[in-house]
Every structure is written in C-alpha cells, then in structure tokens.
C-alpha cells in the first residue's frame, strides 16, 4: 500500500512539476510577446498581462509540490537536525499535521473563491471565467497534500542541497 501510493505521489508531484515548467514558459513567451508588440511593432496587446498573471498564479500552486516532496519548505532544518532520532519523527509529524491543516484550509477557501469567482471575466479576455485562475488555489494545495504525505512517509530532506 505504501509503495504503491509513494508510486502514485511521484507520478502526481512530476505531473505537477511539468505543467508548472509549463506556465513559466508560457508566462516568459507572452511576456516577450508582450514587449515585442507594444514597443517594436507599437500594438499592446493588453490580454498578456492577463495571461501571465494567470500562468504565474498556477505555476507557483503546481510547483509548491515539488517543493513539499522534496523538504525544501517549512523549513525546520537545525531542530531537526540536532534532536534525537526518536524526536525526528514526532517532529516530522507534526510539521506534515500542521502543513495539511493549513493546505486544506487553502483548498477550502480556495473552492469558495473559485466558485465565486464564476461570475467575473478576466479583463481583457472577457469569454474566460475567473474561476479558472483561482482553481489554482485549491488544485494546487491538494496536489501540496499528497506531496507533504509522501515526504513523511519517504523522507528526502534536501534542503540544504537545493538552497545551493
């Protein structure tokens, strides 16, 4: 069961790893767009501010999970360090508690916002709901949930080698 659900978590986390590589690139494309076409051929396209933002907001939700799987956030790195090994896994516990009481307080309010963001259009895309860019919020953190368990469960603590 283990084994099969880390399986499933390194499949999710990378998912969500590609689709957020995904939006930089989509966000660094339009902004040269953008530059190019309001200075060089003088047309603003406002509709890629718009974009960008929308591509930053999912980026940042998708890639926290990579974030979460490899130990890289909520930081607790000298006490953990430091205590016995008996206390690691108390302490591990109760970070992985604390974070997915905090990303499910994301995801519900995150769906609330969403669902109400349904009757806003985004300004200068006016067909696309605003639901779509605040889906982020709650996508995200439930993807966050899965990593920070399949970081408890498979520890990796790399965070002194990915703040090189």
Avoid at 94 to 120: F, S
Wanted: aromatic share 12%; charged share 15%; glycine share 6%.
């Amino acid at each position: 069961m283990k084994s099969a659900f880390l399986n499933w978590e390194r499949r999710l986390t990378a998912s969500s790893m590609w689709l957020a590589c995904a939006m930089l690139v989509v966000s660094s494309a339009l902004g040269i767009f953008q530059i190019a076409a309001r200075f060089v051929f003088e047309i603003p396209a406002e509709w890629t501010e718009v974009l960008i933002r929308f591509s930053l907001i999912w980026m940042v939700f998708l890639g926290i999970t990579g974030a979460f799987r490899i130990g890289a956030m909520v930081s607790i790195d000298l006490i953990h360090r430091m205590a016995p090994p008996v206390f690691r896994r108390v302490l591990e516990a109760a970070v992985a508690i604390l974070t997915i009481c905090l990303l499910l307080v994301i995801v519900w309010y995150g769906w609330d916002y969403a669902q109400r963001g349904k009757v806003q259009t985004m300004m200068g895309l006016e067909s696309i709901s605003m639901f779509w860019a605040y889906l982020a919020l709650p996508v995200g953190s439930l993807c966050a949930i899965v990593s920070v368990i399949g970081n408890y469960l498979d520890p990796l603590h790399l965070e002194l080698e990915t703040a090189l």
